[in-house]
């Protein structure tokens, strides 16, 4: 099983809002990736969760917080969130190996759009 | 720092002819590479992926692609091409684990095969 689930499919929320996004694994990956993408535009990272501890905050704003509760769950707060962040969020994990490669895989995606 | 370089951001070609999707990269040390394909509205999906060995890879949906060390290079070919392959496609790459990467994929600009009739 090679699948990462995300809900929800889609999110409208006005700049006030709180909401969050999930994501879900058990392939047993011990990374856990969120991204942000927007349209005819390459993933970019935003987060990376290496055995449940922030391993990874690419200078993302206060407005978006990661948590992982455990190491199958990924969650990204959202508050106070601008227009310009509306685009495609997606969680991907991969592997902790020590030999070979971290090869992500990705959820489907929320699309998100602010309002 | 890696990069990638895709040279074609849009492929169109006709239903049943071969397609070819290059990508070059530039990296100080050793790197894995991969093909994600992006379906319209959909995730990323894992094509294929090049570690080590063989220089020609095979990959789901009819895919493979070649690593060229001494062009840099990683193209995705497939011999015959159908309706249902008209999606995005992005090759990254990632340092190896022995240079003390793996968690960082570094992203091409993406290539829009369009596949007609």
């Known amino acids: 099983d090679t699948e990462v689930t995300q809900t929800p499919k889609h999110l409208v929320m006005g700049m006030t809002n709180k909401k969050s996004l999930k994501c879900e694994q058990h392939m047993g990956h011990r990374a856990m990736y969120w991204y942000k993408q927007k349209a005819k535009k390459p993933p970019e990272l935003m987060f990376v969760y290496s055995y449940e501890k922030l391993s990874i905050n690419e200078s993302v704003p206060s407005r978006f917080s990661p948590e992982c509760p455990n190491s199958s769950l990924l969650n990204l707060h959202l508050h106070a969130l601008q227009p310009e962040d509306s685009a495609l969020y997606l969680c991907a994990s991969s592997p902790q190996r020590t030999s070979g490669s971290h090869e992500q895989y990705f959820g489907p995606g929320t699309r998100l759009t602010v309002t | 720092a890696q990069s990638v370089t895709q040279l074609d951001s849009q492929v169109p070609v006709f239903e049943e002819a071969p397609v070819e999707l290059r990508c070059n990269y530039s990296?100080?040390?050793?790197?894995?590479l991969f093909w994600y394909v992006q379906y319209p509205n959909q995730g990323l999906q894992l094509l294929l992926k090049y570690l080590s060995g063989s220089t020609l890879v095979k990959g789901i949906n009819g895919f493979e692609a070649e690593f060229n060390k001494s062009q840099t290079s990683f193209h995705l070919r497939k011999p015959s091409v159908h309706i249902s392959d008209t999606a995005e496609y992005f090759c990254?790459?990632?340092?190896?684990?022995?240079?003390?990467?793996?968690?960082?994929?570094?992203f091409g600009t993406g290539t829009q095969l369009k596949v007609e009739l």
């Open positions: 990254a790459v990632t340092p190896d684990i022995l240079t003390g990467g793996g968690n960082k994929l570094t």
């Open positions: 990296s100080s040390v050793s790197v894995y």
